[in-house]
């Protein structure tokens, strides 16, 4: 199914930027999957947990995900506010995420420290989570500022905002050894380097 087709299953409209964006560019080629192939055992608590919500248009409203009922992946849960196809706004950050990035990125810009080689794909992909909607785990290259290399592999799912508000993501993030130690950099850069991908599918197909 394309993500044109699933989407009129959702009346919510597509801001300009974003209809352009999705217009522009394909999503990512990825793996495709019915569940987590990525990540430790976070990634299944997540979507299990996402799962069993009551959805609407195939995803769950913001209201009913209670990140109580997730307390041991808080530390390592985001929140993301999919504001428009340049702005995604990183609503929640996660106390171990916080420190591992040296500060707290909340109310931040989430494409601001994308890699600018895959900036505006990431939002592409992002807002096919969310459009489609499906759940996507991306395993990715950081660099930290205190000059830590290290790969990340992390899981998305989508949420409905509140009422006359923008869609969401909410995402865990699982750590991986350090790779190497660079100097140290003003800010963090994601997905210098993206190593495996997975599209899954959550009733409304996946990108071929």
């Known amino acids: 199914m394309t993500w044109e ?32 192939l990525l990540g430790s055992n976070t990634h299944c608590d997540l979507f299990n947990y996402w799962s069993s919500l009551p959805k609407q248009g195939g995803m769950p409203k913001s209201s009913d995900f209670n990140p109580m ?11 993301l506010s999919m504001n428009g196809a340049n702005e995604i706004i990183q609503r929640l950050v996660g106390t171990g995420l916080a420190e591992r990035l040296s500060y707290d990125a909340t109310g931040t810009n989430l494409l601001d420290y994308i890699d600018r080689s895959y900036r505006r794909q990431c939002s592409r992909d992002m807002h096919e989570v969310v459009h489609r909607p499906c759940g996507w785990q991306v395993r990715y290259l950081t660099e930290y500022v205190t000059g830590r290399v290290a790969f ?7 949420l409905h905002g509140p009422d006359g508000q923008r869609r969401r993501i909410v995402s865990v993030h699982d750590r991986e050894e350090a790779l190497e130690y660079r100097a140290p950099c003003e800010k963090p850069v994601f997905a210098s380097e993206i190593t495996d991908m997975v599209w899954i599918d959550i009733g409304f197909g996946v990108p071929n």
Do not use: F, K, N
């Open 69 to 79: 009922e997730m307390r041991h992946l808080l530390p390592e849960m985001a929140m």
């Open 5 to 36: 087709a699933a989407r009129t299953m959702d009346a919510a409209p597509l801001l300009p930027d974003v209809a352009a964006l999705m217009a522009e560019r394909a999503p990512s080629p990825g793996r495709r999957a019915t569940g987590p």
């Open 152 to 158: 990340v592999q992390s899981i998305y799912l989508p």
